[in-house]
């Protein structure tokens, strides 16, 4: 990170308290998406309703998951949304949901225009304590510092004049102004309920289902993240939702320090500057104006968000049989925005992505099974030491010394692993 400034708190976390909220959160912690878009030329909105909700069998409630995990299709203004219930996130079983759900509006021409929305909601339904306010500030710090690297990758317009849609639905104006570093969290919030500039529920990231105990600790945790642009990729999608996950954890990790601050006086100004010029209300029907969006502010956007990536780069390492940083850093180079204006169609558009998060359980053969299952059942424990567990190990599945210790640095990549004296045995950590 360039320039790391922190505002000074009395309410740090420890290192003990920091390891327990992010266990915590990353067990608890749904992320619900809410989709609209718009029916193809010439269909009935009511009728694409119908088709959809007939499609797409929502289950009614937010308790049960149903076929497609689809909540409920309701009326909106551009056409119809589609609530998608939170749940854990888990990269593969997300990417086949969301593509179910999406070859399904692709087959009846949904249309994600510029009036058209994606909101994602992250909410803790499982947690039974109230959230230390600080991973909040730090959460919400966090995404004023890098609001127009995170709108960047998320835009999805199909023009270079109008890379994104309006600002009025998504609008950073009040998130720029506001500060943990003078306000607390629960002042903030009473801040954007009042505003007369934008309506509380309009806000890039909408606080109004936060609630705060007296102490003003978190409870209940429920956010909004309102500026990804309305789009047709399933695997965009997935890689999002472990973008806000990991901002959330990043965020605890930061709280051991203090609250981040924004940066420096000019490139924060120089960040409002570009986030003005590619969110307006200055565009054709309910675009953005992004025609001051040159190459080299597009370069700038590009090295603000691998500088975010790679900050956040440690929590990614926590999730499971995951390759949402691979897709974040195609988008980042290539947003789905570019590649419509390149003329990819979403079909194509969405290949490109499945590419990145393509898997092959790191190229695991045979033997590596074999070597992974004698491990987890602990069928060669009792050895001595370490390098006779090794003799023994080679020996037993006709290895060389040398592919032995190749197939296992495989398996601590995937699995983490260490010696355990007391079995006499190689273990996995994980």
Known sequence: MKDPILFRRTDTLSLEMAAYWKDLLYRVVKVGVELEVAPRKGMKRPLFEDTIRHSLTPSGSVARLGENGVWDVQTEHCGVEIRVIGRHPYFPALQVQYKTIMDVLIQQGARPRATCGLHYHLLAPGLAEPMPEIIVANLWNLTR?????????????????????????NSHLEMMRRSPGSQSMASIQSALKESRIVP????????????????????????????????????AITATTFLFLAMLLKAVDLSRYGVIHVGKIQPWQ????????????????????????????????????????????????????NSALDVL?????????????????????????????????MGLDQTDKHLMQRIELGEWAGQPSISAWQWHAAREL?????????????????????????QGSMVFTS
């Not at 690297?149 to 999805?156: P, R, T, V």
């Not at 006709?398 to 007391?422: H, I, M, S, V, Y």
């Open 145 to 169: 510092r890098y609001a127009p690297e995170l709108k960047f990758i998320a835009s999805a317009g199909e023009s270079r004049g109008s890379l994104c849609r309006r600002r009025n639905h």
């Open 200 to 235: 509380e529920h309009q806000n890039f990231l909408n606080l109004e289902h936060l609630g705060f105990t007296e102490a003003e600790d978190i409870f209940p945790f429920h956010l909004e993240f309102r500026y990804p642009d309305a789009h047709l990729s399933a695997t």
């Open 270 to 321: 120089r960040k409002r500057e570009i986030m003005n010029l590619l969110s307006n209300n200055d565009g054709c029907l309910a675009t953005s104006d992004t025609r001051g969006i040159s190459d080299d502010v597009i370069e700038e956007l590009r090295q603000g968000a691998y500088e975010l990536l790679d900050l956040l780069a440690p929590a990614f390492s926590r999730f499971e049989n």
């Open 329 to 361: 850093l195609f988008l980042t180079e290539t947003p789905i925005s570019l590649m419509r204006c390149a003329g990819y169609d979403w079909p194509q558009i969405e290949n490109f992505l499945t590419e990145r998060a393509a898997t092959n359980e």
């Open 398 to 422: 006709f290895l060389t010394p040398a592919d032995l210790e190749r197939r296992l640095e495989k398996l601590q990549q995937l699995r983490g692993l260490r010696w355990d004296g007391r």
